[in-house]
């Protein structure tokens, strides 16, 4: 992959608001296999269809880049998601994550690591004392 390459993909996710969907052809391959902590999807139309759904009812979802790490043919690439969701409250939440990258000529995997507790369990009502206590629990 070409500098030109990654920054259009970083281009892209920078401001999730602002993304052409449509346009993540020019830089997955058809048969993407995209995994988060959630997910594990297969092909760039599902990926469409998935980031087209996830951003629905997002009222602000931008990336930050920190750092990245490019060798051949993969990436790592640090960041924080600064988002805000109408079911998570009315303050931005931030979360640090990294996301790695293969590619021949075009990405073919894609997968993001993020810690789930910081972005959704910490902020529901019961599960997030839970998770607080849990992870005091664990530090103490």
Request: proline content about 2%.
């Amino acid at each position: 992959m070409n500098n030109a390459l990654l920054e259009r993909f970083k281009d892209n996710f920078r401001d999730l608001q602002k993304a052409d969907w449509s346009q993540l052809g020019q830089f997955y391959a058809d048969d993407i296999v995209f995994k988060d902590p959630v997910h594990e999807l297969r092909g760039l139309v599902i990926l469409e269809d998935y980031f087209t759904s996830l951003c629905a009812d997002l009222q602000d979802c931008r990336f930050e880049y920190l750092d990245q790490v490019v060798s051949e043919n993969s990436a790592y690439l640090k960041w924080i998601m600064h988002f805000r969701h109408p079911r998570l409250g009315d303050e931005m939440i931030d979360v640090r994550g990294v996301s790695h990258l293969r590619w021949d000529e075009k990405i073919e995997f894609h997968e993001d690591f993020y810690d789930m507790g910081a972005m959704l369990y910490e902020r529901l009502p019961v599960l997030g004392n839970v998770t607080r206590w849990l992870r005091l629990r664990l530090a103490s």
